[in-house]
């Protein structure tokens, strides 16, 4: 009995390291076809996650035209 029971929480953690790596990755951007083709998301190495965040990260960065970066304006002086 102990034996099915393990097994069964076994499997149920894997469903949920599933799913939850399938929403990070269709939030990161990759198509349903991509991530097919990583097999079982529940097998995936934590490093190759990390490889997908990266690679979507770098290309967002990359896309991105111009940075804009806010600097502290002094203020003008009045003339008298």
């Given at each position: 009995?102990?034996?099915?029971?393990?097994?069964?929480?076994?499997?149920?953690?894997?469903?949920?390291?599933?799913?939850?790596?399938?929403?990070?990755?269709?939030?990161?951007?990759?198509?349903?076809?991509e991530i097919l083709g990583f097999g079982d998301l529940a097998k995936l190495p934590a490093e190759k996650m990390i490889e997908l965040l990266h690679r979507v990260t770098l290309a967002a960065v990359l896309r991105k035209k111009r940075i804009r970066v806010k600097t502290f304006r002094q203020k003008k002086r009045k003339k008298k």
């Open positions: 009995m102990s034996e099915d029971k393990d097994r069964k929480t076994r499997e149920k953690a894997e469903d949920l390291l599933r799913s939850g790596r399938l929403v990070f990755l269709q939030t990161a951007g990759y198509k349903q076809a």
